[in-house]
């Protein structure tokens, strides 16, 4: 679910606004609290220190 996006890795962050992205989606920055509750549906962008998308997975 989440290989569709793999073209916005290495983007900065502000491209998410851009993407209509219709499912739960978690946008996790440096230094955020994360849940460990795992919802397969749900897409979660990793932004980097540099404000970049570093990684994007499920759960």
């Not at 679910?1 to 739960?24: K, S, V």
């Not at 609290?33 to 540099?50: C, G, K, S, Y």
Request: one cysteine or more; charged letters at 30%.
């Amino acid at each position: 679910m989440a290989a569709p996006y793999a073209r916005l890795i290495g983007q900065d962050q502000t491209t998410l606004e851009r993407e209509l992205i219709l499912r739960q989606v978690r946008v996790i920055r440096p230094g955020d609290f994360v849940t460990q509750d795992f919802r397969p549906m749900r897409l979660n962008f990793e932004i980097d220190n540099d404000g970049r998308i570093a990684r994007i997975f499920c759960g």
